[in-house]
Each structure stands twice: as C-alpha cells, then as structure tokens.
C-alpha cells in the first residue's frame, strides 16, 4: 500500500441492510422470466478504526434478499478484526478465505446465495483499499504493477487454461501503448449501450419515445428484451429496427426463456432484424446448450451472449472452452467481485472473446464501470465489438452516479467503487421499515 497513507485500517464492524425499490410498479427491468422486479440491494458497509468506510453491495430482484443479508452476516465473522494490509498483502488468500471456509462452501462452492454475500462483502473490500489510496478503484487497479493484479486472483481449477504465467503475460504485453488507452479513456469514456428503451413490460408509444430520446442524446446501440410471444417480438424488434436504422447496433435478450431446439428456431425467425447476438438464450448453466445455439447461428450471422447469471470463473472456462459464446457478459455482483472477474477478462482475452458487461439494477453500472476500464486499458486493448451495458434507472440514489456523455461511460474521478449509497435513500428504501415500504404497504 502506498506508504503515504499507510494505516493498518482494521475492520472492526460489517453492517448489512436489505435496501429495496420498488420498479415493478411501473415495469422497469421487466422481462420474459422476470415480470416483476423490484430493483433491491444487500449493501454493506464496513467501518474501520481509523474511521474511513468501504462500501459494497450486491444486487438482488425484491424477495429474497434477506436471505442473502443472511449469508453476509454468517461470513462478518471472517472479516471483522482483520486490517485492510493484511488482506491486500494476501488478497488471494483472503478471496479463498471467504469462498472456502470449511462449512460455509457447502452452501455453494463459489455460487448461488454465499457467493452473492461474498461478493457484496469483497465489492466493500475493494472499495475500502481504493479509498486509502485515495484513487477510483479502476486507476487502483491500472497503477498496479502486473505482478500484483495476478497475485489477486484465485487460478485454483482454470489453470488448465489460464496460468499465472499465461496472465502475467497478458498484463506485460498490454503495458504497451497503457497511458495512451488511459488518456483516450479520460478523454471519450468507454462505448456504451441501453436497455433502457425495450423492457418487456413497455407500451409501444413508451417504446418509440424512449428510442427517439436515445437516439437525440447519442445513443447508437440498443438491446430489447424478447422471449414471451414469437409474434410480438417480431413486431417489436421490426418497430425498433425501423426506429433506430439498418446501421445502428441492435441486441436481444430472452433471459434464459428457452429450451435449445426452441432458441435457435425462435432467432431464426427474428434474424431478419439483425441482431448482433441472443442473450441468455437458455439456461445459464447449459454449456452445451450454448454450444449448439451459437453453432447453429453462427451462418446467420449472430453471436450469443451470456454470463450475467454465470457462477463463477470455472463456468466462464467451460462456456469459453466450448465456443459457447461470441461475447462475455461479466457481472460485477454475481461473480466474486474485482478478484473473480479479473481472472475471466484474462481468460476471455486469450480465447479473444471481447468482454460486454452485464449492467443496470441497482449499482451495477456504477461497479462495472470500473472493471471495463481497466479491461481496455491493461488487458485487451481493443474497443472492436466492445461496450458496456447502461440503464438509466436509480443513479440518483448514489453520491458518485455513473457519468454517460454521448454515449459513453466518463471514467470516474472520485475514490472508491462508486456505490456508495445515500444514506437518505437507503433509510427510506430499507425493507421493510423504511418510509418508501410502509407506504407501499398501506396501499
């Protein structure tokens, strides 16, 4: 740690609230699996004795959440009473601390509700160290020298794919033409794309609206969500496709809707729109499933993208292995957080598969931002058929919002993750005695 701020920092409180919006109400997220979600968070927060904080959340859809307050509060335990120097000088080791405990991995390994709690408590761990270095957490990780980056990372089952030599040298050949990427960045922000305009909940007047408005402020790229009715989509995505142009950029989404065989047939028939790829066209955990869809589509032109509800890096390896996949949707909150994900952007930089962020919910613009960054400028290098997920939904309820100018993220200028909340906003929302709910439930 640098030395001019060197405090040992020691943790000595995680607190954990369930913090919940309620979108359903007017359809925002909405989808052919997901038809109601309320946008919610666990957030937690770690105090240190030196009095600053780390915050760090991961992101959830309304009931369940406590549960994964639950699993936060069962893992405290591995993290109050160590400081901040001791789990960076051995941040690989604490990552396997918190994934393999003895009796707590039985609840996953490394999935499901434990891995949502360790991923929340790490994003907070993140966040602390950026802040002590008194730098946004993606110029934490460009000004790391290689060595350390790799040294947070736990290779333990992809080392048949990716070793710590093989990764040391990705981060070494990248160092290249490093400062350049880094000012370009500052300069012109990252390339991004909406969701916002075609959730599938939407009215077609609130679709043609919202596209108008994108395409006014920039917005060339658009994803629109697809699966519930064949018909439907075909006139949705056709009123889209004649909303936005034959040369704007067009995804679609069917959030694990499908069976295989039902998948390839059902895109065939939207193929005619051109989309760039299908996302989550399966099960999330169907590798092979995968495989044969993106075989299968391949003449048509059209890539599958998935891995916002992927596990871990050891599914990440397989999806990659297989040639499931055209394009890499990490998840800042799913995965478990900064450590998890770099070893998946190093994986997909040596299959050559670019890496398109999962974002939107709540927070998760704000954390991806961060990781995509360092991607370009220190792993791939590229922006060819790159951009990051955008959604503009609840920003307002962070002190550092994600800052979009023409259609691009402007990398943050404030220390830390970015998702600190407010503390207005989290008393307010806090399920299920906050104003917001007590309200909700009168009604």
């Known amino acids: 740690m640098n030395k001019s701020v060197q405090m040992l920092h020691r943790i000595i409180n995680l607190t954990v609230r369930d913090v919940r919006f309620p979108t359903s109400l007017e359809q925002h997220g909405s989808d052919a699996m997901h038809t109601d979600p309320d946008y919610s968070a666990a957030y937690v927060v770690l105090d240190t004795d030196s009095g600053l904080q780390g915050f760090g959340l991961t992101f959830t859809l309304g009931k369940g959440t406590e549960i994964v307050v639950c699993a936060v509060n069962a893992l405290a335990g591995l993290v109050v009473g160590r400081s901040l120097e001791d789990i960076v000088s051995n941040f690989r080791g604490f990552y396997r601390l918190l994934t393999s405990d003895g009796q707590m991995r039985w609840l996953g390994p490394e999935k499901g509700v434990i891995h949502l709690?360790?991923?929340a408590v790490l994003?907070?761990?993140?966040?602390?160290?950026?802040?002590?270095?008194g730098k946004p957490l993606w110029k934490l990780l460009v000004d790391m020298d290689p060595k350390q980056i790799v040294s947070c990372v736990d290779f333990r089952y992809i080392t048949d794919v990716l070793t710590e030599e093989e990764a040391l040298d990705i981060l070494m050949k990248a160092q290249e033409g490093k400062q350049h990427r880094e000012d370009q960045m500052l300069n012109e922000g990252y390339p991004a794309y909406t969701t916002s305009c075609a959730w599938l909940g939407y009215s077609d007047q609130q679709l043609k609206q919202l596209c108008t408005d994108a395409l006014k402020s920039g917005w060339s790229r658009f994803k629109v969500k697809v699966g519930a009715d064949l018909e439907d989509d075909i006139r949705r995505c056709r009123l889209i496709r004649e909303m936005i142009g034959p040369n704007n950029t067009l995804m679609?989404?069917?959030?694990?809707?499908?069976?295989?065989a039902e998948a390839i047939s059902w895109v065939s028939r939207l193929a005619e729109v051109k989309p760039l790829w299908i996302e989550e066209p399966t099960s999330p955990d169907d590798i092979l499933g995968h495989a044969a869809i993106s075989k299968a589509l391949a003449p048509l032109g059209i890539g599958v993208a998935t891995g916002e509800q992927c596990h871990n890096r050891v599914m990440f390896k397989q999806l990659l292995q297989a040639s499931a996949l055209q394009f890499v949707q990490i998840d800042s909150c799913r995965l478990g957080s900064v450590n998890e994900n770099?070893?998946?952007l190093l994986m997909a930089h040596k299959f050559q598969?670019?890496?398109?962020p999962h974002a939107g919910g709540v927070g998760l613009c704000e954390l991806v931002q961060h990781l995509i960054l360092f991607d370009y400028i220190c792993v791939s290098a590229s922006l060819s058929n790159r951009m990051c997920e955008y959604v503009d939904h609840l920003h307002q309820h962070f002190t550092c919002p994600a800052v979009i100018q023409n259609a691009h993220y402007m990398p943050p200028k404030d220390p830390g993750y970015s998702c600190e909340m407010l503390e207005s906003s989290v008393k307010s929302h806090q399920f299920p005695d906050g104003d917001i709910w007590k309200q909700h439930m009168k009604k």
């Open 353 to 356: 598969v670019p890496v398109c």
């Open 252 to 260: 679609i989404d069917a959030n694990q809707r499908w069976d295989v």
């Open 117 to 119: 709690a360790t991923a």
């Open 123 to 133: 994003n907070a761990v993140w966040d602390l160290w950026a802040r002590a270095e």
């Open 342 to 344: 770099l070893a998946v």
